[in-house]
């Protein structure tokens, strides 16, 4: 299984854009990398994914790198209620088509000041 | 709106105590996951099951157990609650192809003493 290295925590100025670097340099190529949040005493949200290319949505936007070996969460400009945990996850496949399971690292701490 | 429900969100058990953990998918979803999340740990995978009556354990799946019996429900099962049961418990469900999102339950917090 892939495995994900990120910072504990990062603060951000709000209104500024946040950059939430992740490593994960042993992943396979036909793994998705996804991003979910948890604010706090709330379930996980899905944020964002990708396979190679950069992707956008109305939450954020995803950076890879080209050799995949790590991405970078962008939160355009960041609120206090972007205050969160931040993971991110390498998408690992059991064998059948089905079952397939997210796998969660310790994330990062985003705080998000005024 | 996908809703995942848990069916409590708060829980105390005693020790040695049969703990039922419920949780209910309305978007019809072939997978469900149960995690555990305790500080400095992140969140572990406990057991998930792709289908009707089908599961695969997870990371850490001693002393808990699951069942599915129906396509919207998965329950987590502690046999014999211990202290170290006590932890948020989060249930999600995802479409059963690849590349799709999961949906988080609020948690419930058990608390075992």
């Known amino acids: 299984d892939a495995k994900t290295t990120q910072p504990p925590s990062m603060d951000c100025a709000e209104g500024r854009a946040a950059n939430l670097p992740c490593n994960h340099s042993?992943?396979?190529?036909?793994?998705?990398v996804y991003w979910y949040r948890q604010i706090h005493s709330q379930g996980p949200q899905y944020i964002i994914h990708?396979?190679?290319n950069n992707e956008t949505n109305e939450m954020a936007s995803l950076i890879i790198t080209e050799d995949r070996k790590s991405s970078t969460l962008i939160l355009p400009h960041a609120t206090l209620r972007d205050t969160a945990v931040y993971y991110c996850?390498?998408?690992?496949?059991?064998?059948?088509?089905?079952?397939?399971?997210?796998?969660f690292g310790a994330g990062t701490i985003l705080r998000v000041k005024s | 709106d996908v809703k995942v429900t848990q069916s409590s969100r708060y829980l105390v058990k005693r020790t040695g105590e049969k703990v039922f953990l419920e949780c209910v998918q309305d978007?019809?979803?072939?997978?469900m996951f149960w995690y555990r999340q305790d500080p400095g740990l992140g969140l572990r995978l406990i057991y998930f099951?792709?289908?009707?009556?089908?599961?695969e354990k997870g990371d850490i799946p001693e002393g808990y157990s699951v069942s599915r019996e129906k396509k919207e429900r998965f329950s987590l099962i502690l046999e014999s609650a211990s202290t170290n049961q006590t932890s948020m418990y989060l249930c999600?469900?995802?479409?059963?192809?690849?590349?799709?999102?999961?949906?988080f339950g609020q948690g419930t917090r058990l608390t075992v003493v």
């Open positions: 999600a469900s995802s479409v059963g192809t690849r590349n799709t999102e999961a949906f």
């Open positions: 042993t992943i396979s190529g036909n793994e998705y």
């Open positions: 990708g396979l190679k």
């Open positions: 996850i390498v998408r690992v496949f059991t064998l059948m088509e089905y079952g397939n399971k997210l796998v």
């Open positions: 978007m019809d979803h072939e997978n």
């Open positions: 099951s792709y289908d009707v009556k089908m599961k």
